[in-house]
């Protein structure tokens, strides 16, 4: 049963697959409620109109007919509204949900991981982790040529993304428009996660007017769109409010601070974590959370001593031989295969993951690699030195029975190693 499938685990990072399409099916769904609000509130007049009218023996035929053709006319553009929302957003994203269950539904039709098909899931989770990490890094080209190659466009969030680079490449420019319109169609959903990311947009078009001096449009502008702030936001509006004194060029700092153009990257900042919270996306690309997971497994203090280097493990082979904080390092013993920068690569991300706790551990050969166990024992040179009988066999092949320790640098017959025994 070691190798069983942690459905659990696994799901754990997949929430915001299903999350995203919901949401948008969430916002598809009350698009087409209003639209039924809107036409029927006036069928629902007229009809109730007509049985008055006709209670009261005041209906004439002409004006009745007239009135029913009026309100079969408006139900007939409702039935094709909301035909083509269905047809044009709700039935694509309904696909994109069925695939996306399906995709997951598939891990708990496999026997265990050896079983060929959930390799072929897990890579194609690969695949979509890969195309989350390039979409969230700005690379959409690249995404949407993986996604097209493995076959998993309904996978993987690129519409949601094009979307967070129009909004975000118009703050890029200082346009709050956009990313305003952005809020109002998620209002609710942003109320309910308590974001206060439209307030921060009020307020920077707030400051824009200042900038200009257009005080007289700034006072109607606050009265407009920060007043029904004040509940949670008074300090906020007080202080911005002081703006329509001070100029752009003050000196004085809390309203230079105001001005400064550093709070459109900030506003960036703010409308991607509103995106993602919505969305249940997490802070980071997946791939990272992923590797996090496996980095924290491997990652032991010994990566980060130059002499007990593992050639086979990811942490040590980028962890390079600068300081390390909280890693004593031997900085007398430089090794060729560290870098003389800090981390690089894995050991780069594995720095934010706690060390692995191992209750067995095992011991490795540094020249091989490989594990040292009854099969393959460890040999001790008289320096207490270590490494595993094949490295040391093949090393005396070698050199007529000569073994060398690449550490110290002593030289012995083979026969002179000691067997070490493991407990
Ligand atoms: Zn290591």
Same mark, same amino acid.
Do not use: M
């Given at each position: 049963m070691a190798h069983k499938i942690s459905e659990e685990g696994t799901l754990l990072l997949e929430q915001p697959f299903v999350r995203v399409p919901y949401e948008n099916y969430r916002k598809i769904f009350r698009t087409s409620q209003k639209h039924v609000e809107r036409e029927l509130q006036p069928v629902q007049t007229s009809a109730a109109k007509l049985a008055k009218d006709a209670e009261a023996g005041s209906l004439q035929p002409a004006q009745a007919m007239e009135s029913i053709d009026a309100m079969i006319a408006r139900v007939e553009n409702l039935k094709r509204k909301l035909a083509e929302l269905n047809e044009t957003a709700g039935k694509p994203t309904q696909d994109v949900m069925r695939a996306r269950l399906q995709h997951l539904h598939g /891990?708990?039709?496999?026997? &265990? @991981?050896? &079983?060929p098909e959930y390799n072929r899931w897990a890579d194609t989770r690969l695949d979509r982790w890969l195309v989350d990490w390039t979409l969230r890094t700005g690379r959409v080209e690249t995404a949407r040529e993986i996604a097209r190659r493995k076959g998993i466009e309904s996978l993987v969030d690129i519409d949601l993304f094009t979307e967070i680079r129009r909004i975000e490449g118009a703050l890029h420019v200082h346009s709050c428009t956009e990313a305003l319109a952005w809020c109002s169609e998620n209002k609710v959903a942003l109320r309910k996660i308590k974001s206060t990311l439209e307030f921060e947009l009020r307020l920077q078009e707030f400051i824009e007017l200042c900038r200009q001096r257009s005080t007289t449009q700034a006072i109607a502008y606050s009265k407009k =769109? /920060? @007043?029904?702030?004040q509940e949670t936001h008074l300090p906020q509006i007080q202080h911005a409010l002081a703006l329509l004194a001070y100029a752009?060029?003050?000196?004085c700092g809390p309203y230079k601070r105001l001005y400064d153009l550093s709070r459109w990257d900030t506003l960036v900042r703010s409308f991607r974590n509103a995106v993602y919270a919505l969305n249940t996306l997490?802070?980071?690309?997946l791939l990272h959370l992923a590797l996090y997971a496996g980095l924290s497994s491997l990652k /032991?203090?010994?990566?980060?001593?130059p002499h007990s280097?593992?050639? &086979?493990?990811p942490i040590c082979d980028g962890a390079g031989s600068g300081p390390v904080a909280g890693h004593p390092t031997n /900085?007398? =013993?430089?090794?060729?295969?560290? =870098?003389?920068t800090g981390p690089q690569g894995l050991a780069k991300l594995a720095e934010e993951v706690p060390f692995s706790h191992h209750i067995n551990s095992t011991i490795v050969c540094r020249i091989t690699g490989n594990i040292m166990d009854e099969d393959n024992p460890p040999m001790a040179f008289p320096s207490g030195r270590v490494y595993s009988r094949g490295a040391m066999e093949e090393m005396a092949a070698r050199n007529g029975g000569i073994v060398t320790s690449p550490d110290t640098g002593e030289e012995v017959e083979f026969g002179e190693l000691r067997k070490v025994f493991i407990s």
């Open positions: /891990l708990s039709t496999f026997q &265990d @991981i050896t &079983d =769109h /920060l @007043i029904a702030w752009p060029g003050t000196s997490s802070p980071e690309p /032991l203090r010994s990566c980060y001593v280097k593992n050639a &086979d493990c /900085l007398s =013993h430089p090794t060729s295969l560290s =870098h003389p």
